[in-house]
């Protein structure tokens, strides 16, 4: 189902930091299931088009520069309900204001470079799953 599926992304700094496998550890120790997970390097262009909703943001420019700068781990995941259990994980945006134990607090260096992406809603996380990945990369549920 939709609703119990959500978008995240290791952002550049995680994988600079190599700090991809603490993050999915975390992750799935908290119950959600890969469905679907590949590095890409997104150019200006495409940072900017996940991005487009921020577009008249002061931040826009400087994101999408900071989302092209190395690569990044898209993953589709589920679990019930996603969505708002996955933004729990993380922790808030500026890890300063992060709760303890939550993947920005632990893993964050500012607000800007904020280690991971989560979608903040389940349309946003089908319309942003879409945009990294086609349907036949999903893996259909195994049971």
């Known amino acids: 189902m939709a609703s119990n ?3 995240t ?3 550049p700094d995680c994988v600079l930091k190599g700090k991809e ?3 999915i550890a975390q992750i799935q120790k908290a119950g959600f299931k890969i469905i679907a997970m590949k590095m890409v390097r997104l150019t200006p262009a495409t940072a900017g088009g996940f991005y487009e909703v921020h577009k008249e943001r002061p931040f826009y420019g400087e994101l999408c520069e900071f989302m092209s700068s190395g690569p990044c ?3 589709i995941l589920e679990k019930e309900n996603a969505v708002a ?3 729990k994980l993380i922790g808030a ?3 300063a204001e992060a709760e303890e134990g939550t993947i920005r607090k632990l893993y964050a260096d500012s607000k800007a470079e904020n280690i991971v992406h989560g979608s903040d809603s389940d349309e946003n996380a089908q319309i942003e799953s879409a945009y990294f990945f086609a349907k036949s990369e999903e893996v259909a549920n195994l049971g």
């Open 5 to 7: 599926r959500t978008l």
């Open 9 to 11: 992304i290791l952002k």
């Open 21 to 23: 496998g603490e993050v």
């Open 73 to 75: 781990v898209p993953i």
């Open 85 to 87: 259990d996955f933004r």
């Open 93 to 95: 945006t500026d890890p």
